[in-house]
């Protein structure tokens, strides 16, 4: 189950564990036995805290409540339910009937040891697994959702899309089940909200604790989407002056992108997969669901080649579409091989390339793009058409800072959704840098009198 933060999640577990655990439960059983994996000793501490407070409210009796072994223990009459901290546990051996994963949303990658001792202990008794999460980044959890509709798999989950408004209170109720029945309160929303639009420092929590969306609440986005819609518009700019194109090579995995971006600040996109996986396999993978099934129909997703992207057929499209030999072509440097074998395949005029430093090798070139992208964004010096893909990619971009605060692009994350993205900093940056070798080139005039 995933949904926003503060809809009655922690009661909702309390109230599970009370239904087996109090002598008059509806779900008591013998011996009956639980695990709860809370993401820190505070979330732990907080659970043991509902469950005694609704056990007292309630009248419940035999029910005895530990704060040790820490972070605590759960006793009924039939059975037992020990609470773990994700920060400090490092595995339960014990067989349970029931394995709750607290926040499961917030277990990072370095965790998967934890994830799978946790759920591989309800094997000895045939028992389930139940995680409750914000969505955030966590690739474990995004795993699990991503099972929706197998067999034994069932998911609820409340969200707002990437794209919706954040000051409309119809967002807000896709990812909060509690605003119905007062649980959350809508002065707060709406008070975030508008936080989250006037300081952008604030959006990604609000997107990821209170919107449920696939962000991690304390990253430092791209740009907020509330700025990316100020540079959408159906009435473009002229395809003029020089062009730069930026070019993100995926294979098999990641997707294929390029961005180009004119003098006048017409900015295009365009975005190929290969067939296998398939779409919807693949947005299961990526935590998409169907959007790539569906910007395939609508023609902003291409699909080329069969297990890797056919780059030559990606670019050979690319090139032909924006009709106009480009500027320059830049291209993450790490992938400098694999654009010189595509670029020497084709008939084309000799093009300067640009390699540039992205992601986590990202050095003073890298920082520049993003910077680059962000001013352009700030300024609205780049005009596009509304897209289901870019806004994707953003939603799912952040940026990371090294230790003298220059930004680069995280590329930390498991999935592939942020391609599009790339290229796009990676034009900006080329334009930006073009403008500067044309401004030093101009000749200075001195006036004596």
């Avoid at 209170?169 to 896709?174: A, D, K, R, V």
């Avoid at 609000?206 to 791209?222: I, K, S, T, W, Y």
């Avoid at 001013?375 to 940026?399: D, F, H, K, Q, Y």
Wanted: charged share 20%; with cysteine; proline share 6%.
């Amino acid at each position: 189950m995933s949904c926003a933060r503060k809809n009655g999640k922690s009661g909702l577990i309390a109230a599970l564990l009370l239904a087996h655990l109090a002598p008059e439960g509806p779900l008591r059983s013998a011996n009956w036995r639980a695990l709860v994996v809370s993401e820190t000793g505070r979330l732990a501490a907080e659970l043991r805290r509902q469950v005694q407070e609704i056990a007292q409210a309630s009248g419940i009796d035999h029910v005895e409540v530990r704060a040790y072994p820490t972070p605590g223990q759960i006793i009924g009459l039939s059975g037992t339910c020990d609470i773990l901290a994700a920060d400090k546990a490092t595995g339960h051996a014990a067989g349970v009937d029931l394995a709750i994963i607290d926040e499961a949303g917030l277990l990072a990658e370095r965790q998967r040891s934890l994830w799978d001792a946790v759920t591989s202990a309800v094997s000895g008794r045939d028992g389930r697994v139940i995680g409750i999460s914000i969505q955030s980044t966590g690739p474990m959890f995004a795993e699990a959702l991503a099972r929706e509709g197998q067999p034994g798999v069932h998911v609820v989950r409340y969200e707002a899309p990437m794209d919706a408004p954040l000051d409309d209170p119809e967002t807000w109720h896709m990812a909060n089940p509690g605003l119905e029945t007062g649980i959350k309160s809508l002065e707060y929303m709406a008070h975030r909200a508008r936080q989250a639009i006037t300081q952008p420092s604030t959006a990604a929590g609000f997107r990821a604790l209170d919107l449920n969306q696939p962000v991690h609440p304390e990253a430092e986005m791209l740009a907020d989407m509330s700025h990316w819609e100020a540079v959408e518009t159906a009435d473009l700019p002229p395809r003029e002056g020089r062009v730069f194109l930026g070019v993100d090579l995926g294979g098999s995995m990641s997707l294929t992108a390029a961005v180009a971006l004119w003098d006048s600040g017409r900015l295009e996109s365009w975005v190929a997969v290969p067939a296998l996986p398939t779409l919807a396999e693949r947005g299961q993978r990526d935590g998409v669901g169907s959007a790539y099934q569906l910007a395939a129909q609508a023609g902003w997703l291409q699909v080329l080649g069969h297990h890797v992207t056919d780059a030559r057929a990606f670019l050979g499209m690319v090139l032909a579409d924006i009709s106009a030999p480009p500027t320059v072509i830049g291209c993450d440097r790490y992938r400098q091989a694999e654009l010189r074998e595509v670029l020497a395949g084709m008939d084309l005029a000799p093009v300067p390339v640009k390699y540039r430093g992205v992601g986590a090798s990202a050095t003073a070139d890298g920082s520049y793009d993003v910077r680059a992208f962000q001013r352009a964004v700030a300024e609205r010096s780049i005009r596009c058409r509304p897209n289901p893909m870019m806004r994707m990619a953003l939603g799912a971009t952040s940026i990371r800072r090294d230790s003298s605060g220059n930004p680069a692009l995280d590329k930390s994350r498991y999935d592939s959704r942020i391609d599009m993205a790339s290229a796009a900093v990676i034009a900006c940056g080329l334009r930006a840098l073009a403008r500067e070798e044309t401004a030093e080139r101009r000749p200075s005039f001195v006036i004596a009198g």
